[in-house]
């Protein structure tokens, strides 16, 4: 290690990297602070809605239009942070705050739903129609939102230099948003449930050939990752190779996610058995994977006394990384369902099925994510106790 004998040269060594760091802090801080703001405000809009038979299009219209200000909000910080970032008690809290708001939005959706039943018996069936397709798209919204902050999140955790120092309040943190995530999807769940019931209406086939290749080349992906052998000396060059690999595969996720939203936009779509088929078959693929990172925490948990610093450094951050790529991966499949299911003009007809895949989804996302959740903290911890 390279050490300073001129202390004036160190000092304005260390002023510029806090010069450096600080501006980054401060900003994310304030963007957090204001999109909670707003999310607060859209929580109110929300609220004061009054919903009639004459009064549904309109109000839940303007609710889409806020709604889709807020992802591209959170969005567009997402994709300003930049490496090297300082977190502290403050940016935590903020993130805290934002994915408890996102969890009042997605109780707000719910009422409004309730209130689009009772009301759905005196309304024209053009009208609920529009009612329906308006509700299951502030719901994919306000989903996306909780989806977007918890890949923020693993974003800030990957490009923080400093997580020793704060690991218990990034731990607190984590698990607040695990569990805030879990139940606004749990809620949203239950809004789009509340819709599939009001709907007696009935393809999508052409999204198959994309659904099934993500499914092959995850379960090829899946397999090269539970072939890995990890040793105390080759752990950071295997999992840099897997990280790579599960990088490239979110890629390919994230491309025909694309082709999804791109060609839903202006269309709506006939949904066949096969696509749901699909997309269970997907949220069970990453769950083969999230398995094999099981392993990857087991692994490195037993072979850490063993390891040098800088291979232990390493392999850390690969972990986060593919954990991270991972977490968005599971969230872009989730968000295709919602957006196949919002552009359905079948929906009556499969609904049975559309209820039981999404439970299916549901319960192999949760473990996706209580998998990522465990690598996180295996990581977190590791840092703190070696001082990396």
């Not at 919903?51 to 300003?80: H, K, M, T, W, Y």
């Not at 791109?262 to 693929?285: E, K, P, Q, R, W």
């Amino acid at each position: 290690m390279k050490t300073f004998k001129n202390p004036f040269k160190t000092l304005m060594l260390l002023g510029a990297l806090l010069a450096a760091s600080l501006p980054l802090h401060a900003t994310l801080l304030t963007d957090l602070q204001t999109a909670n703001t707003n999310a607060g405000s859209f929580k109110s809009q929300l609220e004061a809605i009054s919903l009639g038979s004459d009064s549904v299009c309109a109000p839940l219209l303007q609710a889409n239009n806020a709604a889709r200000d807020l992802v591209n909000e959170i969005s567009r910080i997402d994709a300003s942070l930049a490496a090297p970032l300082q977190v502290d008690a403050d940016v935590l809290t903020a993130l805290d705050q934002y994915t408890l708001t996102v969890l009042g939005l997605a109780n707000e959706a719910l009422h409004l739903s309730t209130d689009l039943q009772m009301l759905s018996s005196s309304m024209n069936a053009a009208t609920l129609n529009d009612g329906i397709t308006a509700m299951l798209r502030l719901s994919d919204d306000i989903g996306t939102m909780a989806d977007r902050i918890g890949e923020m999140a693993d974003k800030i955790l990957i490009m923080s230099d400093n997580i020793g120092l704060m690991a218990d309040r990034i731990l607190e943190t984590q698990q607040l948003q695990n569990d805030n995530v879990a139940l606004t999807q749990s809620t949203l769940l239950q809004t789009q449930k509340n819709m599939l019931a009001l709907i007696s209406v009935m393809q999508s086939d052409s999204f198959n050939s994309e659904l099934e290749s993500l499914k092959s080349s995850g379960d090829f992906l899946a397999q090269r990752m539970d072939a890995v052998s990890l040793t105390p000396w080759t752990m950071s060059m295997e999992l840099e190779a897997v990280s790579w690999d599960v990088h490239q595969y979110r890629g390919e996720v994230e491309s025909v996610y694309s082709s999804i939203t791109a060609n839903t936009v202006h269309n709506s779509l006939y949904i066949s058995a096969d696509t749901l088929t699909d997309l269970g078959n997907l949220a069970l693929m990453l769950r083969s994977l999230s398995t094999a990172v099981d392993g990857y925490v087991t692994a490195i948990g037993g072979m850490a006394s063993m390891t040098s610093d800088p291979t232990l450094y390493a392999s850390l951050k690969s972990m986060l990384q593919l954990s991270a790529d991972i977490g968005v991966m599971a969230n872009r499949i989730l968000e295709e369902a919602d957006i196949i299911l919002a552009m359905a003009d079948n929906i009556g007809l499969q609904a049975d099925q559309i209820v039981s895949t999404q439970q299916s989804m549901n319960i192999n996302i949760a473990a996706v994510q209580g998998a990522i959740l465990a690598a996180q903290q295996m990581a977190i911890t590791l840092f703190a106790q070696r001082g990396l």
